[in-house]
């Protein structure tokens, strides 16, 4: 109990700090115009959490499930078998995949933020299921749940915050998705080995009290979307709220017309399938977008990181795994700070051209390591190459292709049709994920541990010649001179 205790406190003050440290930096770093923007999306961000939590939870969380640590503390009458334990995790995928079939056409029908508070509600309800959970069944439910919520955060949210943030600053406000996920999922790391699942559960509800004392009372809803139902007064009060002005101030004025111009130019297009299929800028729109999250889970990230402590454990490492695994989390969140900072100066291609070609260098090294140890050789003195590759890896992927392309997703699509294509784009990446996290193990059995890894290998190579090739560098661009790319072909 008081480990419990300890645990709950520490997490409390850690959400307090960073907040606090986060808010001042921001005040040094940009103009006062700019920070009720930072706010809005840190705060839309926030329901993140519950997804990091819930990608994190079956690694501490399973091996208790199942009798693996802390048998006495398990919440079930009986162990769980193999197969209740895969369920357990991949039901999380499933409903993820449900979410943004239904939150595409509610962000349309009743807003972005109505519809991030609607699928809040399923997020926390997982939550409250997992305090009282002593039933498998309890945690299928509560699995599936925080996935459907997943879904909306991956369709709604870059969406959101695209639509509410600067063009100087938008690449920087579209980081705020990696950087909560990446920074949760440390925290949870670290306390997880000293809490039950019951009372996880407990902590995990906090970002709930977060989020509606923050998104829910403060943040407006985006201007487009009141644009887009000739609400045309209260998308100029919305857009004064962001950018700390009067509603007479004549930029605003400016940035309404641009906004009400992006509209107006999409609003008599028809959306049926026909249609779309039909569109040049709507299939390579599809084609950038779509292509971007199958690329970036085909570098293998989920089979990584899902495997993450068994691969430290078969290099016979000195450093125990799970704190490897906390190394690694810790890592994730300073690399996506470092992101963060560059992807508004240097540029989404360029940032995804370095990232995909330090993962390819990574993936090679690694599978190297595998391919020696497999055959035969001593490779105690070499496990360091293992470590370093694994390192490596995870540098590079949260440097550009991991979050950039949640970051061109809010800003490639037309107005009229942004929530249906970013539901079908983060359908997408959802679907790709879940195919590799049940694919890896058997594909690892029939090719061999170095093969699988240079299976990603393969792909990451093919990413580098389509980013190349077929994505537009969007910095510094609004969405007309965006849209204008896209109808001439222009990368650049």
């Not at 920070?35 to 840190?42: D, E, I, S």
């Given at each position: 109990?008081?480990?419990?205790?300890?645990?709950?406190?520490?997490?409390?003050?850690?959400?307090?700090?960073?907040?606090?440290?986060?808010?001042?930096?921001?005040?040094?770093?940009?103009?006062?115009?700019?920070?009720?923007?930072?706010?809005?999306?840190?705060?839309?961000?926030?329901?993140?959490?519950?997804?990091?939590?819930?990608?994190?939870?079956?690694?501490?969380?399973?091996?208790?499930?199942?009798?693996?640590?802390?048998?006495?503390?398990?919440?079930?009458?009986?162990?769980?078998?193999?197969?209740?334990?895969?369920?357990?995790?991949?039901?999380?995928?499933?409903?993820?995949?449900?979410?943004?079939?239904?939150?595409?056409?509610?962000?349309?029908?009743?807003?972005?933020?109505?519809?991030?508070?609607?699928?809040?509600?399923?997020?926390?309800?997982?939550?409250?299921?997992?305090?009282?959970?002593?039933?498998?069944?309890?945690?299928?439910?509560?699995?599936?749940?925080?996935?459907?919520?997943?879904?909306?955060?991956?369709?709604?949210?870059?969406?959101?915050?695209?639509?509410?943030?600067?063009?100087?600053?938008?690449?920087?406000?579209?980081?705020?998705?990696?950087?909560?996920?990446?920074?949760?999922?440390?925290?949870?790391?670290?306390?997880?080995?000293?809490?039950?699942?019951?009372?996880?559960?407990?902590?995990?509800?906090?970002?709930?009290?977060?989020?509606?004392?923050?998104?829910?009372?403060?943040?407006?809803?985006?201007?487009?979307?009141?644009?887009?139902?000739?609400?045309?007064?209260?998308?100029?009060?919305?857009?004064?709220?962001?950018?700390?002005?009067?509603?007479?101030?004549?930029?605003?004025?400016?940035?309404?017309?641009?906004?009400s111009r992006t509209v107006e130019e999409t609003?008599?297009?028809?959306?049926?399938?026909?249609?779309?299929?039909?569109?040049?800028?709507?299939i390579r729109c599809l084609l950038i977008s779509?292509?971007?999250?199958?690329?970036?889970?085909?570098?293998?990230?989920?089979?990584?990181?899902?495997?993450?402590?068994?691969?430290?454990?078969?290099?016979?490492?000195?450093?125990?795994?799970?704190?490897?695994?906390?190394?690694?989390?810790?890592?994730?969140?300073?690399?996506?700070?470092?992101?963060?900072?560059?992807?508004?100066?240097?540029?989404?291609?360029?940032?995804?051209?370095?990232?995909?070609?330090?993962i390819l260098v990574s993936l090679i090294t690694?599978?190297?390591?595998?391919?020696?140890?497999?055959?035969?050789?001593?490779?105690?003195?070499?496990?360091?190459?293992?470590?370093?590759?694994?390192?490596?890896?995870?540098?590079?992927?949260?440097?550009?292709?991991?979050?950039?392309?949640?970051?061109?997703?809010?800003?490639?699509?037309?107005?009229?049709?942004?929530?249906?294509?970013?539901?079908?784009?983060?359908?997408?990446?959802?679907?790709?994920?879940?195919?590799?996290?049940?694919?890896?193990?058997?594909?690892?059995?029939?090719?061999?541990?170095?093969?699988?890894?240079?299976?990603?290998?393969?792909?990451?190579?093919?990413?580098?010649?389509?980013?190349?090739?077929?994505?537009?560098?969007?910095?510094?661009?609004?969405?007309?001179?965006?849209?204008?790319?896209?109808?001439?072909?222009?990368?650049?």
């Amino acid at each position: 109990n008081g480990l419990n205790i300890v645990a709950i406190a520490v997490l409390i003050i850690f959400y307090v700090f960073f907040s606090l440290l986060f808010n001042n930096l921001l005040l040094k770093m940009d103009c006062k115009k700019h920070q009720f923007v930072y706010f809005a999306a840190a705060s839309a961000n926030i329901m993140t959490m519950f997804s990091a939590i819930g990608y994190a939870w079956p690694s501490p969380s399973i091996p208790k499930l199942n009798g693996q640590v802390d048998p006495e503390r398990n919440p079930l009458p009986r162990p769980t078998t193999i197969l209740e334990d895969s369920w357990i995790t991949s039901l999380m995928s499933l409903g993820a995949l449900v979410g943004p079939l239904f939150s595409s056409i509610l962000a349309n029908k009743f807003g972005r933020k109505r519809t991030l508070i609607m699928f809040s509600v399923p997020m926390i309800l997982s939550n409250v299921i997992l305090i009282f959970a002593n039933r498998v069944v309890h945690f299928y439910i509560a699995r599936f749940l925080v996935g459907m919520g997943t879904g909306c955060v991956f369709t709604v949210i870059p969406l959101y915050v695209a639509e509410i943030s600067d063009i100087d600053n938008r690449g920087f406000t579209s980081m705020f998705l990696a950087l909560t996920m990446t920074s949760t999922q440390l925290i949870l790391y670290i306390i997880s080995p000293y809490i039950t699942i019951s009372n996880l559960a407990v902590v995990s509800l906090i970002p709930a009290v977060l989020f509606f004392l923050t998104f829910v009372f403060f943040v407006p809803e985006s201007p487009y979307y009141f644009v887009m139902i000739n609400r045309q007064e209260e998308a100029k009060k919305s857009l004064a709220m962001l950018r700390r002005v009067a509603t007479s101030d004549i930029h605003l004025k400016k940035e309404l017309y641009d906004i009400s111009r992006t509209v107006e130019e999409t609003r008599s297009e028809k959306v049926g399938l026909r249609d779309l299929l039909q569109s040049d800028v709507v299939i390579r729109c599809l084609l950038i977008s779509v292509g971007l999250m199958v690329f970036q889970q085909f570098t293998g990230i989920l089979a990584i990181v899902s495997y993450l402590q068994t691969i430290f454990e078969a290099t016979n490492s000195s450093i125990p795994s799970e704190v490897s695994v906390m190394i690694v989390g810790l890592l994730q969140t300073i690399v996506n700070i470092i992101t963060s900072r560059l992807v508004d100066r240097i540029g989404r291609k360029t940032l995804i051209m370095l990232s995909n070609t330090g993962i390819l260098v990574s993936l090679i090294t690694l599978g190297a390591y595998f391919y020696l140890q497999i055959n035969g050789y001593n490779v105690d003195s070499l496990s360091w190459l293992a470590i370093g590759s694994i390192m490596f890896y995870i540098f590079w992927f949260n440097f550009g292709i991991g979050p950039i392309p949640w970051t061109v997703a809010g800003e490639l699509f037309p107005s009229n049709l942004k929530t249906y294509l970013n539901g079908i784009t983060a359908f997408s990446n959802i679907i790709c994920g879940f195919l590799i996290s049940l694919l890896f193990p058997t594909l690892s059995q029939i090719m061999g541990m170095a093969w699988s890894i240079w299976f990603f290998a393969i792909w990451t190579a093919v990413s580098l010649v389509f980013v190349y090739y077929f994505l537009p560098e969007t910095r510094g661009r609004s969405f007309i001179e965006i849209q204008m790319m896209l109808r001439e072909g222009r990368t650049v």
